[in-house]
T-cell receptor, first 112, second 111 residues
């Protein structure tokens, strides 16, 4: 069983569209994250939720909206996609704050 | 703001050689992580270093942490081709325990 799973793995879409990426973890962790990895492989945190509560919200355009329906799920919805949004988005989870994070396989988003 | 610097960013080495990757960070932290990423793949946790002087070893990789110098090292012993990957250090800092990643070191081990 995959511990942190994201869908879809690949997403190609046109500028201006709205899309969602889903993430689920079956580790029983309290904390979940979204990271963005750009074309130079630089990884930056976007959001973090602890027990469904938003605890980290970096300077991300408000076109990006995370939603955590329960502790095991953290979805990312992106409105009005732009070319610069093209990247690999990683979901991760950890037992709680300040513990080791386990990453999903990533979603490669390409905006054309 | 916490800054994390890794060097080198690119490392090409021959099999059998030893080398060290360095990770410096700018503010006090007691937690540092090393991750490995293969091309097109996810990040795999290698080491969690939780205190000053911590040293952990797994196979040909050994990681250490000096919190006073704000420095961690990842030492590679007798490199083999299978170690080729990008290695990231990540440092926890700030009131919300945010992880800040270094830019990664692309390691290529040549036969």
């Amino acid at each position: 069983d995959t511990a942190v799973s994201q869908t879809p793995k690949y997403l190609v879409t046109q500028m201006g569209n709205d899309k969602s990426i889903k993430c689920e973890q079956n580790l029983g962790h309290d904390t979940m994250y979204w990271y963005k990895q750009d074309s130079k492989k630089f990884l930056k945190i976007m959001f973090s939720y602890n027990n469904k509560e938003l605890i980290i919200n970096e300077t991300v355009p408000n076109r990006f909206s995370p939603k955590s329906p329960d502790k095991a799920h953290l979805n990312l919805h992106i409105n009005s996609l732009e070319l610069g949004d093209s990247a690999v988005y990683f979901c991760a989870s950890s037992l709680t704050w300040a513990t080791e994070a386990f990453f999903g396989q990533g979603t490669r988003l390409t905006v054309v | 703001e916490l800054k994390v610097e890794q060097n080198p960013l690119f490392l090409s080495m021959q099999e059998g050689k030893n080398y060290t990757i360095y990770c410096n960070y700018s503010t006090t932290s007691d937690r540092l992580y090393w991750y490995r990423q293969d091309p097109g793949k996810s990040l795999e946790s290698l080491f969690v270093l939780l205190s000053n002087g911590a040293v952990k070893q797994e196979g040909r990789l050994m990681a250490s942490l000096d919190t006073k110098a704000r420095l961690s090292t990842l030492h590679i012993t007798a490199a083999v081709h299978d170690l080729s990957a990008t290695y990231f250090c990540a440092v926890e800092g700030g009131s919300n325990y945010k992880l800040t990643f270094g830019k990664g070191t692309l390691l290529t081990v040549n036969p």
